[in-house]
């Protein structure tokens, strides 16, 4: 069973950036797509980026581009998220989610999550 434990989040005034890390645990961690979602109170997940297994190609929500990099270290069994730019609609909880077979927009698909990292951003 693959486990998740994200790291990373914080407050962070509007305009700063953050680095989210996710580690996994187990030894199928190249295997799996990986993606960063988020979630907002009162919200549904959104997605915000997945980077794939191979060759590492990387997918962004319309939101995340050009301000956010996903990336992974296969050695470390780890993905992180760096973000820049950060506006306050970006706050909320940050999950690590991953999956073998997934359609990259649809939380559902993937079948390992982490308990989350809180994300605020002030004004």
């Known amino acids: 069973q693959v486990q998740l434990v994200e790291s990373g989040g914080g407050l962070v005034q509007a305009g700063g950036s953050l680095r989210l890390s996710c580690v996994a645990s187990?030894?199928?961690?190249?295997?799996?797509?990986m993606a960063w979602f988020r979630q907002a109170p009162g919200t549904e997940r959104e997605f915000v980026a997945a980077?794939?297994?191979?060759?590492?190609?990387?997918y962004y929500s319309d939101s995340a581009k050009g301000r956010f990099t996903i990336s992974r270290d296969n050695a470390k069994n780890t993905v992180y998220l760096q973000m820049s730019s950060l506006e306050p609609a970006d706050t909320g909880a940050y999950y690590c989610a991953g999956g073998r077979v997934v359609n990259w927009q649809s939380a559902r698909t993937y079948n390992h999550w982490g308990q989350g990292t809180q994300v605020t951003v002030s004004s």
């Open positions: 187990g030894r199928t961690f190249n295997l799996l797509n």
């Open positions: 980077v794939a297994r191979y060759p590492f190609t990387t």
